[in-house]
């Protein structure tokens, strides 16, 4: 499953998992878009949507910082 489809699956917009991140909203559409959070990003993102860091990936997406 990619972030987005958990995003949408959790009922939030790109806006929404910004503000609980914290971080800006183009940050979460880059996610989105192949790039991957910072690790710290990665463990707020799982506990978000209810998954291990691992599943969160598992959904595609190169590396990045």
Sequence with gaps: MTLKER?????LTQ???AKIIEVDQTAVSLWE???RPLLKHRVKLAKL???TVDEL?????RDGA
Excluded: Q
């Excluded at 990936?57 to 997406?61: A, P």
């Design 33 to 35: 878009n192949g790039k």
């Design 49 to 51: 949507y209810g998954c």
């Design 15 to 17: 806006e929404n998992v």
């Design 7 to 11: 995003r949408l699956k959790a009922g």
């Design 57 to 61: 990936l598992d959904g595609g997406g």
